[in-house]
C-alpha cells in the first residue's frame, strides 16, 4: 500500500522537482501537486511536465494534500509553512527536505503549531539547482535523515520512511541537534572551504584568473563544482546552523595550524601520518560501496 495518495511539492527547484519525478517514476498513482513563489518556475515546471498539476498559490496546492513537502531554501521555510497554514488540511503531514533541521524544525513548527511535522533532509544533491536540472534518480542509494521530535506520531514517521524508501532512498532516524552537527562536518564546513579556496585563487594578483581556470585539474577542479553551489542555499545553510558550523571551523582551524607548524618546521613524519590516515578513509569509503561517479555525496551503505 502506498503511504500518500495525494502529495503537494512547495518550492519546485532541483530537490522539489527530483521529488515529484522520482513519485511518478515509482508511485505512477500518486497525484502529485507543486507550487513555487516564482511565477516563472512554476510555468518552467509546467512546461516540464512532472506534476499533475501547478498551483496558483499556496493554499490551493495543499488544500487537499495528504503530504505536503516543503523544497525551498532554509531560511524560506517559515514563510513557506505560514503561506500553507490556513489552508493546510489537518490531517496532512508536513514535511521539508532543508540541509539543516534544528532552525528549520523550529521555524515550520511556528508557522503550523498543530501540524503533525516529520522533518527530513535527503542527503543527495548536486551544485545544480532550479526545475529543469532535477532527476528521478537522485534519491536512489542515498540516506535520507528524519528528525522528527519525540512527541511526533510514529505512524507519520513510519509514512514518510516508507515514502523516501519507495523512492530508492535509505531512512534513518536521528536527533535534530545531533544531525546539525554530523551534516556540519561532512557537508557544511566542506561547502565553505571550498567557497573559500576558489575565492581565494581567483583574488590572487600574481596569479591570473586566466591561469586558474587553464590550470585547474584534479583537486581545484572539483573544488570549483562544489563553489559552484547555490548562493541563496549555502547563505541560508550557514545562517540557519552557526553553532555547529562554528564549533566546526574552530576545530578545522586548529588543525589546520598544527599543519602549518608541521611545514614551517619540516616535521615530514606528521605531514605522512596526517596523509596516510586520511587515505585509508578514501579507501574505506568506497569499500562500503559509497563512492559514485555523479558525486561521492550521501551514499547509503548497501
Ligand atoms: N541542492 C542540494 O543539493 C540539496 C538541497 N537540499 C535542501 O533543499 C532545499 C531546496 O534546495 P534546492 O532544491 O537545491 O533549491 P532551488 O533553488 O533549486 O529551489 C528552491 C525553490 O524554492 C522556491 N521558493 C523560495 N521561497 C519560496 C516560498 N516561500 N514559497 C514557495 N517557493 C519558494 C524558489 O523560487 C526555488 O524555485 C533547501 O532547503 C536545501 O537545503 C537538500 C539536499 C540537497
Ligand atoms: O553536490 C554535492 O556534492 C553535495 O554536497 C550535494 C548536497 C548539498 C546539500 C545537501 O544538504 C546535501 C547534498
Known sequence: MLPFAR?????????????ARAVRATMPTVRVTGYDADPATRLEADALGFLDDVADTPGAAVIDADLVLLCVPVGAMGEAAASIAEDLPTDAIVSDVGGCKVSVAAAIRAAVPDATLVPGHPVA????SGPAAGFATLFQGRWCILTPDGDTDPAAVMRVSAFWERMGAQVEIMDAAHHDLVLAVTSHVPHLIAYSIVGTASDLEEVTRGE???????????????AASDPTM???????????VLEILQRLQEDVTMLQ??????????LFDLFTRTRAIRRSIIEQGQDDARADFGRAHP
Open 234 to 244: 549555502w547563505r541560508d545553510v550557514f545562517l540557519n546552523n552557526r553553532a555547529a
Open 7 to 19: 502529495v503537494t511539492v512547495v518550492g519546485l527547484g532541483l530537490i522539489g522537482s527530483s521529488i
Open 212 to 226: 586558474v581556470i587553464k590550470y585547474s585539474a584534479g583537486g581545484f577542479r572539483d573544488f570549483t563544482r562544489i
Open 125 to 128: 544533491g548536486t551544485e545544480h
Open 261 to 270: 607548524r608541521a611545514i614551517r618546521w619540516g616535521d615530514g613524519d606528521a
